[in-house]
């Protein structure tokens, strides 16, 4: 990453929408890469989001934001992604009505393959990538399997709100602040399927299985809530917030991003425990090779490593599979399609 006196080049997709408007200002004030860090933002847009991309622009310009080193608008990948730093990657194809899943990844394809070939022709030899446009997995599948010459650990997408979700859940059940809880886990896919995991997580140290028991009235219940209550809500957490606004998730989504790409290039601290994302798998609990699930993730020295030796129990295994299935599937859909 750039010295505190070159700016960092942060190319940001969907810059004219929803989740792009929450997060540029936040990006320029410096909360993503540090108090010191002058930021170059690039915008892009497809033609119709052009002016919602401009128009934020102007407002950046109006915040006058001292790191701020420059804002470029552009409907042109190429352009936008020349000598990236940082890729947000949060424009995506909704799904709209009638369309199936297989309609949707194809359409994400045709924007994701063509980024992910723009990123592989023109971005700095550090460029680390976000996918936040959904299915978020499977769309960094396909923009990585484009950039063949950028090494594949750099691309990863977002399960960061997930993980966030299941803090705030967790410190809600045991009426605790969320800052004294470490190390839940979020596995598998930024879906339903997805397994928010609290089997290691502490409170204060102390580990929260047994909390869960005395606040539940023992273990059995403990485990019910946890399999009836906390684990779709937080995976199906995106669906709620959608019924009650209106439209799906945006502060927490943009607040995710940055913490995603905070812990990554500044590194996860020790004392806070580790972070979920998801990220091509090596291999590790059983996660086939090369597909891109959220594990338990730590980020030292700028890169991100699984953590390891982490016990898996019969009731964590069975949930990881399955989101680890859908996630093949996908791949699977999106191989039959031509579009890795
Ligand atoms: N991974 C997560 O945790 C998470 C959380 C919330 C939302 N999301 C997803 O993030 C995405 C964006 O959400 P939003 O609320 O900002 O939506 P939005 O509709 O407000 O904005 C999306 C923007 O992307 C633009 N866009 C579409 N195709 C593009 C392309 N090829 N290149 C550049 N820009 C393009 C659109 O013009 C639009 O301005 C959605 O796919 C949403 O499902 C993911
Ligand atoms: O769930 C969705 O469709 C939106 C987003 O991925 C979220 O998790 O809020």
Redesign the pocket.
């Known amino acids: 990453m750039a010295n505190s006196e070159t700016p960092v080049t942060v190319t940001l997709t969907g810059a004219g929408g929803q989740i792009g408007y929450a997060l540029l200002f936040r990006i320029a004030s410096g909360q993503m890469l540090g108090a010191d860090v002058p930021v170059r933002l690039r915008l892009l847009e497809i033609p119709q989001g052009l002016k919602a991309a401009e128009g934020a622009a102007l407002e950046l310009q109006d915040a006058a934001f001292p790191l701020l080193a420059g804002v470029d608008v552009t409907d042109d990948a190429t352009a936008a992604f020349d000598g990236v730093n940082v890729a947000l990657l949060v424009g995506a194809r909704p799904r709209g009505p009638g369309m199936e899943r297989a309609d949707l990844l194809a359409a994400n394809g045709g924007i994701f393959g063509p980024q992910g070939a723009a990123i592989n022709a023109g971005a700095a030899d550090d460029v680390r990538v976000v996918v936040v446009g959904?299915p978020?997995n499977t769309n960094a599948l396909i923009a990585s399997a484009h950039a063949p010459d950028v090494p594949a650990e750099r691309f990863t997408a977002l399960t960061r709100?997930?993980h966030n979700r299941a803090l705030g859940q967790l410190a809600a059940a045991l009426d605790a602040p969320v800052g004294g809880i470490r190390d839940v886990t979020i596995w598998g896919n930024?879906s339903a399927s997805q397994y928010p995991d609290v089997s290691h997580a502490t409170l204060d140290g102390a580990p929260v299985l047994p909390l869960l028991a005395e606040r539940f009235g023992g273990a059995d219940a403990a485990e019910r809530w946890l399999a009836e209550e906390f684990i779709p809500r937080v995976a199906k957490?995106?669906?709620e917030?959608?019924e009650v606004r209106g439209s799906?998730?945006v502060g927490?989504?943009a607040s995710a991003t940055i913490d995603h790409v905070r812990d990554w290039v500044g590194g996860t601290s020790p004392g806070a425990g580790w972070t979920s994302v998801a990220l091509p798998s090596d291999g590790s609990y059983g996660v086939p090779e090369g597909l891109i699930s959220s594990f338990p993730v730590e980020s030292v020295d700028g890169r991100l490593r699984i953590v390891q030796g982490l016990a898996v129990s019969e009731f964590s295994r069975a949930r990881i599979d399955a989101s680890v299935a859908e996630l093949a599937g996908e791949r699977d859909a999106v191989r039959a399609l031509g579009l890795l």
Do not use: F
């Open positions: 959904n978020a709100l997930d930024h957490r995106g669906a917030i959608i799906s998730s927490s989504a």
